[in-house]
């Protein structure tokens, strides 16, 4: 199964539980994609003692997961996006969603 996650939250505890949902489906064999969208692009800027959000997120990457940044959303926002999220397109987006067998999102 392809699995499209699609985060637009800056909530910590939200953006935590989406990376553990996409380590947790990698780890079941899955092909999982994350999309980040409005505030979702700040995950990187969300860490708490509680919930360290950069941790899983690396963990997704390092396990074959791939994260794409809304280009437009980082634009508003002044920033480029990072090696772990790279800047993308809108397109990008509508291929992640067409493609995958399922879409959820935080």
């Known amino acids: 199964m392809k699995l499209g996650i699609v985060i637009y939250s800056d909530d910590s505890e939200t953006v935590w ?8 489906a990698l780890q079941e064999g899955e092909k999982v994609n994350v999309f980040l969208l409005a ?13 360290v959000v950069t941790e899983q997120m690396q963990t997704f990457a ?16 002044q920033s480029e996006g990072s090696k772990m ?22």
């Open 39 to 51: 505030k979702g692009v700040e995950c990187e800027a969300l860490d708490t003692d509680k919930f």
């Open 85 to 106: 999220c790279p800047l993308s397109t809108m397109k990008d987006l509508y291929e992640l969603i067409k493609d995958s067998d399922k879409v959820v999102t935080f």
């Open 62 to 77: 390092d396990t074959g997961g791939e994260i794409l940044a809304c280009g437009m959303c980082l634009k508003i926002r």
């Open 17 to 24: 539980n989406a990376f553990r949902l996409g380590n947790f």
